[in-house]
DNA sequence: TCACAATTGAAAACAAAATTACATCTTTGT
DNA sequence: ACAAAGATGTAATTTTGTTTTCAATTGTGA
């Protein structure tokens, strides 16, 4: 597990990072806001320690940044001396996932950390996987199977089988496929979509009985069992 | 948004679901923590609010049994009026993502909650349904239900029996559904909609009792129950 | 009953989707 | 760096299904 840990107190900072350490995590250092930023948006970081009170950009404003513009996805810890209930919103309302006022016992920290980590890891571990009837899509094998048998599948043809099961039960029309399988997003008389289907079709449906991909004329396609 | 609110104290349990409601919640109460437990297992909720001191099985407990036996993936929130960190350790232990000291102010409580289901990110799925009497038009599997029997349509079929259900109970006439459901805003002698009209009667009135399009002469046509 | 309005069936015209062959680009192994 | 294999797209063709027109027929209201 990776952790950012943003605070200028070099003392308190080598103190964390000490702690965090001998419990496994790896700590990566930022004494100012900036280099803070600029490392999250960098690297993808489980969980985030933030200093309310920095030098440079402040910490209410790099949360704020951090899931606004850059979107990372990381579970941020709010540090800060100021432990009125005002703050506290404000830190929530920036998107801060946890808060913690100084001065602080550091088991509480390890407490606080480990409850974002773990509330990460669930996240990411719970088997990335969808599925209609018997197809099960693998999101970190990049791989299909169907009746406990693997199918291989391009890219293309992944993302796209992705994009039916996240939308299964219910017709895409092409347009919509175009944007967010090809990212096209003007009609140019293409049919790669339809070609697609037909590759589709030929690996997941045709070897098994029942088929899935139901083309609904006029309309779309539609991923349904029976 | 479920949440589950396990709290054995009818004033405060009502003072937090009432509050949650008002912002979008739906909140579920349990006053005991078998019933909590219980609850927990049987449903899925995206926010499960904990007490600590509960009558029956604890909350420490209910939160590991929530953990390790059912695997719950909901968030928890622990509330309790144990302030000291022993406690709040322990809380993290069994699973708890989050901890709240009472007494405590409600923003802080929503902000909380707030930001644990956010963590979780569930987007809903409401149901894509327009109706009349025991029709139903599904939106997103664009076909058409009646008395439970499945109803194919073509698209021309289908965007003429939504435009009469969203203007059930009123006459629409032929330029009106020419000019919504086919686009065309001048024409002179066609009558597609009226072989249009047929074509749906065929399908979603004739097989069953009592029919739903009706003709007024001279004026257009009416979908309406009786 | 007459005149107009609405319905129906069948065929023609049209449009959508599937299929196929092929050209171009990418990846991989040697 | 090269050849071979694989992936991606395009375009033409065939197949399938939908839409529209038209004329004959039936229904409706004064």
Do not use: W
């Given at each position: ?164 099961i996240q939308n299964k039960n219910r017709v895409v029309n092409r347009m919509e496929i175009l944007e967010n399988v090809w990212n096209v997003h003007f009609d140019l008389g293409t049919n790669v979509v339809d070609v697609y289907m037909a590759y589709l079709r030929k690996k997941i449906d045709k070897p ?19």
């Open positions: 597990m990776n952790v950012l840990l943003i605070e200028d107190e070099a003392s308190i900072s080598g103190f964390i990072k000490k702690g965090l350490e001998e419990n496994g995590y790896e700590v990566m250092q930022a004494f100012d806001g900036d280099i803070g930023l600029h490392l999250a948006s960098r690297n993808q970081y489980d969980v985030i320690i933030l200093d309310l009170i920095l030098p440079g950009v402040n910490g209410l404003e790099i949360c704020k940044r951090l899931r606004q513009k850059v979107q990372v996805d990381s579970r941020i810890l709010m540090l800060t001396a100021l432990n009125e209930t005002d703050d506290l919103v404000k830190g929530f309302d920036a998107g801060a996932d946890d808060y913690l006022g100084k001065p602080f016992k550091f088991r509480e920290l390890l407490a606080r950390v480990n409850s974002l980590a773990r509330s990460r890891g669930r996240k990411a571990n719970p088997i990335n996987q969808l599925a209609v009837a018997d197809l099960i899509l693998d999101l970190d094998l990049k791989t299909a199977i169907r009746a406990g048998q693997q199918i291989k599948l391009t890219a293309k043809e992944f993302y796209l089988l992705q994009y039916l098994f009985g029942q088929k899935l991909i139901h083309t609904v004329v006029g309309m779309g396609y539609l991923l349904k069992a029976s």
